[in-house]
């Protein structure tokens, strides 16, 4: 992975952990502003290395129903990672969650071709794998998400009290 992919995932990391992180603390009186700064970069860390990690799963999970013997891998270029960028900078709600998700389509829509050729799949089937990994990993970064602002509200809480 070049130097510029790797700028481009970071930077888009810390974008959809701000877009996602402000919103949930911007209503609650009880967060300090340090602590969501102190947030922010190793969420907005997980973020791009869950990025990062979503044409490696899409590539894994497309290996059992390959027609040819597996190649290199799937991997972003930074053609591929601009549109991601874009997508994480209008994270932002104020922006529109269906724009957003609209454009995460669009960037998955991307990483299908590559896979297809790669892996000798259909499009449909390297789309089905693209989405799937895409939906588990953005599940999985919502829960831990949602348990680490869960326990940062518990924590100021107890504090207060």
Request: glycine share 14%.
């Amino acid at each position: 992975m070049s130097s510029t992919v790797v700028v481009l995932l970071l930077f888009a990391g810390v974008s959809e952990a701000a877009g996602r992180i402000l919103p949930l603390v911007a209503g609650r009186p009880g967060m300090s502003r340090t602590l969501v700064a102190g947030l922010l970069l190793p969420a907005g860390l997980v973020e791009g290395v869950v990025f990062a990690l979503w044409p490696l799963t899409a590539w894994t999970m497309a290996k059992p129903v390959m027609s040819s013997p597996p190649g290199t891998g799937l991997v972003w270029t930074p053609g591929l990672v601009a549109p991601l960028v874009l997508a994480a900078v209008l994270a932002f709600p104020l922006l529109g969650p269906l724009l957003h998700f609209t454009l995460f389509v669009g960037v998955g829509a991307g990483l299908v071709g590559p896979l297809a050729t790669a892996g000798g799949l259909g499009w449909w089937s390297a789309a089905g794998c693209v989405a799937v990994a895409g939906a588990g990993l953005g599940l999985a970064v919502e829960a831990v998400r949602r348990l680490v602002v869960r326990i940062s509200t518990t924590e100021a809480r107890g504090s207060i009290a």
